[in-house]
Nanobody
């Protein structure tokens, strides 16, 4: 069983930046970030393979967010720049055997960290 713990969320003004971290209790394979705003479905944000050689992004964050990982630390990061109020959500990290944009493709989930972007 792998446990995932997110950190780095908070309140930031529009145009600002935040870096989220997801620390895993053991080795993970592919990892992803999802987010869920109030009253909305949980949606894909970004994903990365274990090697870091392949990354995928939702169109809404492409060019603003960057996913990366440090396997020596069992940690995945999400650097978020040029934040917009519509980025406000609870952000979840996930890990699984395959890389996918689909929620059901991930076996392990963190508890989430709140990101609030004020206008």
């Amino acid at each position: 069983q792998v446990q995932l713990v997110e950190s780095g969320g908070g309140l930031v003004q529009a145009g600002g930046s935040l870096r989220l971290s997801c620390a895993a209790s053991g080795r993970t394979f592919s990892s992803g970030w999802f987010r869920q705003a109030p009253g909305k479905e949980r949606e894909f944000v970004a994903a990365i393979t274990w090697s870091g050689g392949s990354t995928y992004y939702a169109d809404s964050v492409k060019g603003r967010f960057t996913i990366s990982r440090d396997n020596a630390k069992n940690t995945v990061y999400l650097q978020m720049n040029s934040l917009k109020p519509e980025d406000t959500a609870v952000y979840y990290c996930a890990a699984g055997a395959i890389i996918t944009r689909a929620r059901y493709g991930y076996d392990y989930w963190g508890q989430g960290t709140q990101v609030t972007v004020s206008s």
